[in-house]
């Protein structure tokens, strides 16, 4: 399939033969040690690579934000849209569902732990690594 650039104005076409997951499509896709359901909004090549605008399900849209811009204070729109690599996304299977649910239960036995023993709140756990289960 050859799709229009959708990254630059150039009007060059490039091949997306390689990519996994199709516009609109119901994934799941890391963002941090979890798995989370997402859509993919958009594909394109950046760097050389097929990469993925996500769209967390659920997660507010559009936030905005204090920043302090040359002394004055600016409210600035802020999305957890995002960009990412393959890696990072995982077909919408049971499979990946399964895995999905014990990352959470991982994570949360890890957070229960580390509230036990006095951890800092917000410490990484450092168990927890994204790993492609099903493509």
Request: proline share 3%.
């Amino acid at each position: 399939m050859l799709y229009l650039c959708v990254m630059c104005a150039c009007a060059h076409r490039h091949s997306f033969l390689n990519r996994r997951f199709l516009t609109g499509e119901r994934v799941l896709c890391f963002h941090g040690p979890l798995l989370y359901e997402a859509k993919c909004v958009k594909v394109a090549i950046k760097d050389k690579q097929v990469k993925y605008f996500i769209h967390y399900s659920g997660w507010n849209k559009k936030r905005l934000f204090l920043v302090m811009w040359d002394l004055k204070a600016v409210l600035l729109p802020f999305s957890w849209d995002e960009w990412v690599p393959e890696s990072r996304v995982l077909k919408y299977v049971d499979t990946n569902l399964q895995k999905q649910k014990e990352l959470q239960k991982a994570n949360q036995e890890q957070y229960a732990e580390g509230k036990m023993r006095g951890a800092a709140p917000g410490k990484k756990a450092s168990g927890l690594q994204q790993k492609n289960v099903e493509v």
